[in-house]
């Protein structure tokens, strides 16, 4: 029995090492990232996102498989999404009557984005461009928002835009909040709160749907899910809790804009 037993403990560390050769990740990269994601969920979570551009541009920093990108930023879109869109929902910052004609088109199209797979030399300029936007979108909301008239938009011109941005999002591994929440606020369709709590089911759900069409098509997860989807639920119940009760961080947007910039940079030039 105990040879048994040592025989199994070998096989499954055998099989966890065999992961992160795949991933191209040592050990210390793997904590290291874990610790990014920790923060990237909290800044993130503040503003209703779940992080998916900043987990891309962290694990492109430390050179992580592209294999590996896709699935592991939507798994962990999923844990934070979650739990901003329950503390967002509590706090009174959801619409449904905003939310549904931008889900109902931008689902089977995150589904549909999530089952292709897009060979590296694309992948990589593609996640790169959405990066440096992202880190546009940062800096502007650390510079803080102009408010505007409220007005729902129509709903041909959210339907169309929900399946453009669930698209967008199956294809690259985000949940398209990058997207939806600037166009929100610029259009005068909600305000910053409303916004932050309909981007966080619209994450939720994209997230979803890219990782189904994903797994119809790819392998089983890396091993290190557990430990980085752990450090992404102490960030994003942190940051959402902060806030859906309008605390910012500006400075430390600032500083993942930045960061978001040189990982972009790095996808599009060094390929």
């Known amino acids: 029995m105990e040879l048994r037993r040592i025989s199994?403990?070998?096989?499954f560390w055998a099989e966890?090492?065999?992961?992160?050769?795949?991933?191209?990740?040592?050990?210390?990269t793997m904590y290291l990232l874990a610790g990014l994601i920790l923060l990237v969920a909290l800044l993130y979570s503040t503003?209703?996102?779940?992080?998916?551009?900043?987990y891309l541009a962290a694990m492109a920093l430390l050179g992580v498989s592209p294999?590996?990108?896709?699935p592991a930023s939507l798994s962990l879109n999923i844990v934070v999404a979650t739990i901003a869109a329950v503390q967002f929902a509590r706090a009174g910052c959801f619409s449904w009557t905003l939310f549904w004609p931008f889900a109902v088109t931008s689902v089977p199209m995150a589904f549909l984005g999530g089952r292709v797979t897009l060979p590296g030399d694309w992948y990589k300029p593609l996640v790169?461009?959405?990066?440096?936007?992202?880190?546009?979108?940062?800096?502007?909301?650390?510079?803080?928002t102009t408010q505007r008239s409220?007005?729902?938009?129509?709903?041909?011109?959210?339907?169309?835009?929900?399946?453009?941005?669930?698209?967008?999002?199956?294809l690259t591994g985000t949940g398209g909040g990058i997207f939806l929440s600037p166009l929100l606020i610029q259009c005068g369709w909600a305000d910053p709160r409303r916004t932050a709590g309909v981007s966080a089911v619209f994450v939720l759900v994209n997230s979803v749907a890219g990782l189904a069409g994903l797994r119809t098509t790819a392998g089983a997860l890396p091993g290190a899910i557990p430990l980085w989807a752990a450090m992404a639920v102490i960030g994003g119940a942190v940051g959402s809790h902060l806030g859906s009760r309008k605390l910012g961080f500006a400075p430390l947007q600032r500083v993942l804009a930045v960061v978001l910039v040189v990982a972009g940079l790095?996808?599009?030039?060094?390929r």
Do not use: C, D, N
């Open 8 to 11: 199994q403990s070998a096989a």
């Open 16 to 28: 966890q090492a065999a992961l992160l050769i795949w991933a191209g990740m040592t050990e210390s």
């Open 47 to 54: 503003v209703g996102h779940a992080g998916a551009s900043g």
């Open 67 to 70: 294999a590996l990108m896709k």
């Open 128 to 144: 790169g461009f959405v990066l440096l936007y992202a880190a546009w979108r940062q800096w502007v909301r650390a510079g803080g």
């Open 150 to 170: 409220i007005a729902p938009p129509p709903k041909s011109t959210a339907l169309v835009a929900g399946g453009a941005l669930g698209l967008v999002s199956g």
């Open 266 to 270: 790095k996808l599009i030039l060094l």
